[in-house]
């Protein structure tokens, strides 16, 4: 496609239940990014992939928090036993990988998560 | 740890009107700088960015932002603001050893413009 896209665009769950966030990122970019955006703490950085491998995930809240990248495409975002403070929208951003990384990271429209 | 501050939070401005948002970094280092825009309802999408090069960068619907390496600041301006204009705007940095592209956000500038 032509952009990032995510999915799902809202998602409603229980606490205590897994959520899946699924991330399509542009066609041919290696470098893939999550990040959060909640009230409280802003847009926060969680974790990076170059191609199938994350070298830094060092934003990744707790262990409850996961994610993987396959193909060097597709990457979902797995939060299990969601709490309450994990409410937040979830964004995913990609970009070419350029050394230096001085390219621009294309974001998607994010996923709001609401656990209850 | 990198930080990024914006010092203005909420600005109400009326069309015409010249802008200018602040930022500031803490990281000494070399440092890549963004300014994104987050207008109602869109993704998050790049105004302008700096590596390297001539301090002062423009970018998309007239805004520019100048680097300043003593002040450690980054801050975007627009000569005269529009009515569609109104957004969040928010500064960020990547860069440091082991640069890895994770961008660093500031806390967000709302801007309202008013017709």
């Known amino acids: 496609g032509a952009g990032v896209s995510q999915s799902p665009s809202n998602k409603v769950t229980e606490k205590g239940k897994d959520v899946e966030l699924r991330c399509d990122p542009i066609?041919?970019?290696?470098?893939l990014y999550w990040y959060r955006q909640s009230l409280g703490q802003g847009l926060e950085f969680l974790i990076y992939f170059q191609g199938n491998s994350a070298p830094d995930k060092s934003g990744l809240p707790s262990d409850r928090f996961s994610a993987e990248r396959t193909g060097g495409s597709v990457s979902t975002l797995t939060i299990q036993r969601t709490q309450q403070e994990d409410s937040a929208v979830y964004l995913c951003a990609s970009s070419q990988g350029l050394a230096g990384f001085t390219d621009t990271q294309y974001f998607g429209p994010g996923t709001r998560l609401t656990v209850l | 740890a990198q930080s990024v501050s914006q010092h203005n939070h909420h600005v109400i401005l009326s069309e015409a009107a010249s802008l200018e948002l602040g930022c500031n970094y803490s990281?000494?280092?070399?440092?890549?700088l963004f300014w994104y825009v987050q207008y109602p309802g869109q993704h998050l999408q790049l105004l302008l960015k700096?590596?390297?090069?001539?301090?002062l960068v423009k970018g998309i619907k007239g805004f520019e932002a100048e680097f300043i390496k003593s002040k450690f600041s980054f801050n975007l301006r627009k000569p005269s603001v529009q009515w569609s204009d109104t957004a969040e705007y928010f500064c960020a940095v990547s860069g440091g050893s082991g640069n890895t592209g994770k961008l660093i956000f500031g806390q967000g500038t709302t801007l309202q413009v008013k017709p």
């Open positions: 990281y000494g280092g070399t440092v890549n």
């Open positions: 700096y590596f390297s090069g001539d301090p």
């Open positions: 066609s041919g970019h290696t470098a």
